[in-house]
């Protein structure tokens, strides 16, 4: 499976990866090892159940959070704090509300120290590639939550980050404004080339936006299947009645079922 | 202009109109409630004659207003100056908050207003026993909004600045403060009309001058008419300043919710 893409540069290796959280009442195991690598340029979805521990394998490719146990990579350093790296994208868009739209995008540029003139222009174009042209000075209560999400993901990009992570970044818009995020989404990853790692609990959004679905079980979590996706780029949202897209999402919902109904 | 905006425009729309015919109002029940009771003078004075005093008096009024609001400003300035830094290391380090605030909030039950006899013995008559009394009010408030703006930023707002490879410095400069303004803004208000009060209890316990002074000077001489006039300087000393900040806190912060009604339409 996925001969492909392993042809391809690795660009996050996850090698025995577990964490196990201590708390007061002991330790609390939220993530089993894990062996998986992701490569240049690739969209990996990790779909699974709330609390399998997806964020926090999300963190530790961020580097806020230290394994257990195992060793990450990223471009082959391996990764014990944060790395500037990755762009992150959360739930909620997390602007600064005394920021501009615009100053918000500009952060990471701003906290890097990083040339600004250059990067104005950059800040300029991806918002514009966004659709949030002439919105760089409004704040952000004053845009809309998909406004804002958007701009979010103008902030995870804004310093040309190898790697784009997002955890669950749709989960708090409505289903119409989110179908229309993930075809928006799918183009900006091909026309940036990002290596981008997607967490989502939706099945449908997995299959459509990922070259690659790792399935995770429930906590504490592991990877229970890889799927490839087969389906032709760009993908519209016709695809979603495509008999492929059908068939796999019916195999990694019963795939859930199956774990569900065993445990 | 935009229709929207057309009301606010009108004189009677104004937001002080409404508190001020409220206040006329009670000025009238007062007056009504001397004449209906008949109530001596000499428990009640009638508001004629503390308008008459206000405008009669009103340069001696001014030059004792005067020292009360300077200690008022300086405990208010010493609240925010030590205030603030204590909340953030509050905030910023568990192991402060366990010695510290603990002992804070016990302070607090002690009531301060006995300790400000001590500050007179300690520093005599004058300036400094009027300051730390009003700091003494005024400090608590501070703490507790600071300390409960700097917590309660989001942990994936941190996450992300973190990611972002940013110190602490600018993590406490581009997130931390500007989210804690506004709760310090209102802290900020809580202390100082408190300082006010700090201010007037220690001219009642060792001064020479200023209107807590002037209010035990009076009252002992069953100048009522005066006493009742000090009291309104004294709540105009206090209606001032917390408009002053206000004033203040709208230029700080114009992004909050609290302020974005004018923001929306100037936008």
Not at chain 1, 5 to 26: A, H, L, M, N, Q
Not at chain 1, 92 to 104: D, E, G, K
Not at chain 1, 139 to 156: E, K, V
Not at chain 1, 193 to 207: F, M, N, Q
């Amino acid at each position: 499976m996925a001969q492909a893409t392993e042809t391809r540069r690795p660009v996050i290796e996850i090698k025995g990866v577990s964490k196990t959280y201590r708390t007061r009442d002991g330790e609390v195991p939220s993530l089993r090892p894990l062996d998986f690598t992701i490569s240049d340029g690739e969209f990996v979805v990790v779909v699974g159940p709330s609390g399998c521990g997806k964020t926090t394998l999300l963190k530790m490719i961020a580097g806020l959070l230290p394994p257990s146990e195992g060793e990450i990579r990223v471009e082959g350093k391996a990764i014990t704090k944060p790395h500037g790296g990755v762009g992150i994208v959360f739930q909620t868009a997390m602007l600064l509300p005394w920021r501009s739209v615009f100053r918000n995008v500009m952060m990471p540029v701003e906290v890097k120290g990083l040339p600004r003139k250059d990067y104005e222009k950059r800040a300029t174009a991806l918002l514009k590639m966004v659709g949030l042209e002439g919105f760089e000075n409004k704040y952000p209560w004053q845009l809309s939550g998909g406004m804002q999400q958007r701009a979010s993901i103008c902030r995870a990009l804004v310093h040309d980050p190898k790697i784009v992570l997002m955890d669950e970044p749709f989960g708090a818009l409505d289903a119409m404004t989110r179908e229309r995020m993930n075809v928006e989404l799918q183009r900006i990853q091909r026309e940036t080339k990002k290596t981008v790692l997607l967490i989502t609990h939706s099945i449908p959004e997995a299959v459509f936006l990922a070259d690659r679905v790792l399935v995770m079980s429930e906590r504490p979590g592991t990877i229970a299947a890889v799927y490839d996706v087969p389906l032709k780029r760009p993908r519209s949202l016709d695809v979603l009645a495509d008999p492929v897209f059908v068939e796999l999402t019916q195999k990694i919902r019963k795939h859930f079922n199956a774990t569900t109904t065993g445990a | 202009m935009s229709p929207l905006s057309q009301p606010s425009q009108h004189w009677f729309q104004a937001a002080w109109l409404r508190p001020l015919i409220f206040l006329v109002l009670l000025v009238a029940a007062w007056d009504a409630a001397i004449r209906v009771f008949h109530i001596p003078p000499y428990q009640v004075p009638a508001p004629k004659d503390v308008i008459i005093t206000l405008w009669q008096e009103w340069p001696m009024l001014l030059q004792e207003a005067w020292p009360t609001t300077v200690a008022t400003l300086w405990g208010f300035f010493l609240s925010a100056a030590f205030g603030i830094p204590v909340a953030m290391l509050i905030a910023g380090s568990r192991t402060v908050e366990s010695y510290v605030y603990p002992l804070l909030v016990f302070s607090q039950s002690i009531p301060k207003i006995a300790i400000a006899p001590l500050f007179v013995v300690w520093f005599g008559f004058g300036m400094l026993p009027k300051v730390l009394s009003a700091f003494l009010l005024g400090f608590f408030p501070v703490v507790v909004s600071a300390v409960q703006g700097f917590k309660s930023v989001e942990p994936d707002m941190l996450d992300l600045a973190r990611a972002m490879e940013a110190n602490r410095l600018q993590i406490f400069r581009m997130v931390s403060l500007p989210h804690a303004l506004p709760a310090i803004f209102s802290g900020l208000k809580v202390s100082i009309t408190l300082a006010v009060v700090g201010a007037v209890v220690g001219e009642f316990v060792g001064s020479n001058s200023g209107i807590g002074y002037l209010l035990q000077r009076s009252i002992g001489n069953f100048e009522l008419p005066t006493m009742f006039a000090a009291l309104v300087v004294l709540a105009l000393i206090g209606v001032i300043l917390f408009w002053l900040l206000d004033v203040i806190e709208r230029l700080a912060i114009p992004w909050h919710a609290s302020q974005r009604q004018d923001f929306i339409i100037a936008a």
